[in-house]
Every structure is written in structure tokens, then in C-alpha cells.
């Protein structure tokens, strides 16, 4: 079955950077775009970045534009986000979603928050 099992969250100093991880199982990763997304309480989930499959192509929310980078390895099948400069608007649940064969899948969470 297909799963997401995401790293790299923490608390975080204004300023500072964090990487994330997503290493995904259960479908052909290298076929499938994938995407980040984030979570306040009380608020949707927003889309931060999403990278095509062969990691070619790049697109990202205007609030984490040149300060975060989304990159994948295929051949660990796992997909990064790089995020420096980090606010305290940044805080959030952050997620890795994909739709391999058509059906949308979500991780389950990594925690990011940052303050002083």
C-alpha cells in the first residue's frame, strides 16, 4: 500500500532553516509528481511547493518563494523541502501528498514551529 513517512520537523529559531523528508513506498515514485503542503488549526491545508516527476519542474506558494527549495531523489524515493529564512508564519503541520493512479494520499505530519 502506498505510505509517506516524513522527517525533519522541529522548533526552530526566526531566521532558521530546516529540512524536510518524505520517503514514500507502495507505488513507482519516479512516475508521480509530489507536492507539500501545511496546517494551522482553523485554517485549510495549503499547497507550499510541488516538484514534476523527473524534478524538472518547480512551483511554489508566493509567501516561501526564495526561501524554500523542493527537491526529490528518485532512486531513494523521497522527496526534500529545504526551507532557510524561516518566519513565524511559517508554523505549521507540514505534509507530502502525491496521486499515484489517480487516488490522493497524504502523509502523516511533521510538526514545524518556529519562534523565539
Known amino acids: 500500500q502506498v505510505q509517506f513517512v516524513e522527517s525533519g520537523g522541529g522548533l526552530v529559531q526566526p531566521g532558521g532553516s530546516l529540512r524536510l523528508s518524505c520517503t514514500a513506498s507502495?507505488?513507482?515514485?519516479?512516475?508521480?509528481?509530489m507536492s507539500w503542503y501545511r496546517q494551522v488549526p482553523g485554517k485549510e491545508r495549503e499547497l507550499v511547493a510541488r516538484?514534476?516527476?523527473?524534478?524538472?519542474?518547480?512551483m511554489y506558494v508566493d509567501s516561501v518563494k526564495g526561501r524554500f527549495t523542493i527537491s526529490r531523489d528518485n532512486a531513494k524515493n523521497t522527496v526534500y523541502l529545504q526551507m532557510n529564512s524561516l518566519k513565524p508564519e511559517d508554523t505549521a503541520v507540514y505534509y507530502c501528498n502525491a496521486y499515484p493512479a489517480g487516488r490522493e494520499y497524504w502523509g502523516q505530519g511533521t510538526q514545524v514551529t518556529v519562534c523565539s
Open positions: 516538484i514534476n516527476s523527473v524534478g524538472g519542474s518547480t
Open positions: 507502495g507505488f513507482t515514485f519516479s512516475s508521480y509528481a
